[in-house]
């Protein structure tokens, strides 16, 4: 098993201006195989952010074209947390933010979500 814990709560901030996310992950984090931030604006689909694929040194990390240049996804193994650096942000990164890993569990493929932090940017 996969816990993840984001550090939660909600934001509010301006457009222009800087926050950073961080989900803690705990139990077999040695079976992640990938980590990422997804979001869900208001009335929309989870969309994917930002995503670190493989580990241990073999990491792939993607970014939606809507975040490149803005975002920076990034992980501190020794203390088994993901962070999502987001800069510059814009009224349309309001959304709920999670993170998500996938994790290994026998010839499984299993997920695990974090509970969600509300990101509202004002113009």
């Known amino acids: 098993q996969v816990q993840l814990v984001e550090s939660g709560g909600a934001f509010t901030v301006q457009a222009g201006e800087s926050l950073r996310l961080s989900c803690v992950a705990s139990?077999?984090?040695?079976?992640?195989?990938?980590i990422g931030w997804y979001r869900q604006p208001p009335g929309k689909r989870h969309e994917v952010v930002a995503s670190?694929?493989?580990?241990?040194?073999?990491?792939?990390?993607d970014y939606a074209d809507s975040v490149k240049g803005r975002f920076a996804i990034s992980r501190d193994n020794t203390n088994n947390t993901v962070y999502l650096q987001m800069n510059n942000l814009k009224p349309d990164d309001t959304a709920r933010y999670y993170c998500?890993?996938?994790?290994?569990?026998?010839?499984?493929?299993?997920?695990?979500w974090g509970q969600g932090t509300q990101v509202t940017v004002s113009s």
């Open positions: 670190i694929h493989g580990n241990d040194g073999n990491e792939v990390i």
């Open positions: 139990g077999s984090v040695s079976s992640i195989t990938f």
């Open positions: 998500k890993a996938n994790w290994k569990s026998g010839t499984s493929t299993l997920s695990s």
